[in-house]
């Protein structure tokens, strides 16, 4: 039930928002369809982008995960308010050890989350980019089959 597998990670991950003054919405389109999925690595897949969601975010601001029903799959959504990803960065972002943005000495990590998302999620034959512009936020997505 990915209606209940969503509320349970966000109210794990909810003291970490708290920390920073940030705050998680959740629109999730109706009638989503029941999944047979590895819970622990999705939940993974999800920590890690609402993780780095918060980090790169200001205090105060708003996360989104949304989900969608598109043919054979759930299209999951996570929006952050940060700096934004350039072009150049994106291409870089799923590949292991690389720790990009103006804030990297600030931020900790070993730039291998997302990495590992990606193989988590192409593991449940789906795939997973971003779309984002400098200063305008990036939105990190990813399918899973139903």
Same mark, same amino acid.
């Given at each position: 039930?990915?209606?209940?597998?969503?509320?349970?990670? =966000?109210?794990?991950?909810?003291?970490?928002?708290?920390?920073?003054?940030?705050?998680?919405?959740?629109?999730?389109?109706?009638?989503?369809?029941?999944?047979?999925?590895?819970?622990?690595?999705?939940?993974?897949?999800?920590?890690?982008? $609402?993780?780095?969601? /918060?980090?790169?975010?200001?205090?105060? /601001?708003?996360?989104? $995960? /949304?989900?969608?029903?598109?043919?054979?799959?759930?299209?999951?959504? =996570?929006?952050?308010?940060?700096?934004?990803?350039?072009?150049?960065?994106?291409? $870089?972002?799923?590949?292991? *050890?690389?720790?990009?943005?103006?804030?990297?000495?600030?931020?900790? +990590?070993?730039?291998?989350?997302?990495?590992?998302?990606? *193989?988590?999620?192409?593991?449940?034959? +789906?795939?997973?980019?971003?779309?984002?512009?400098?200063?305008?936020?990036?939105?990190?997505?990813?399918?899973?089959?139903?």
């Amino acid at each position: 039930n990915i209606y209940e597998f969503v509320e349970q990670v =966000v109210t794990r991950f909810k003291p970490i928002l708290l920390e920073r003054n940030q705050e998680i919405r959740i629109e999730l389109e109706k009638d989503l369809p029941m999944t047979n999925l590895d819970q622990s690595r999705l939940e993974q897949v999800f920590i890690n982008l $609402l993780s780095n969601s /918060s980090k790169y975010s200001p205090p105060g /601001s708003s996360i989104i $995960l /949304s989900a969608a029903k598109s043919q054979n799959e759930i299209i999951f959504y =996570v929006k952050d308010q940060g700096p934004g990803i350039s072009s150049d960065d994106q291409v $870089l972002l799923f590949k292991p *050890y690389q720790r990009l943005g103006i804030n990297q000495q600030q931020i900790k +990590g070993l730039g291998i989350g997302l990495t590992v998302v990606k *193989y988590i999620v192409e593991a449940h034959s +789906g795939k997973i980019w971003v779309d984002s512009e400098l200063g305008k936020g990036a939105t990190f997505s990813f399918t899973i089959p139903t």
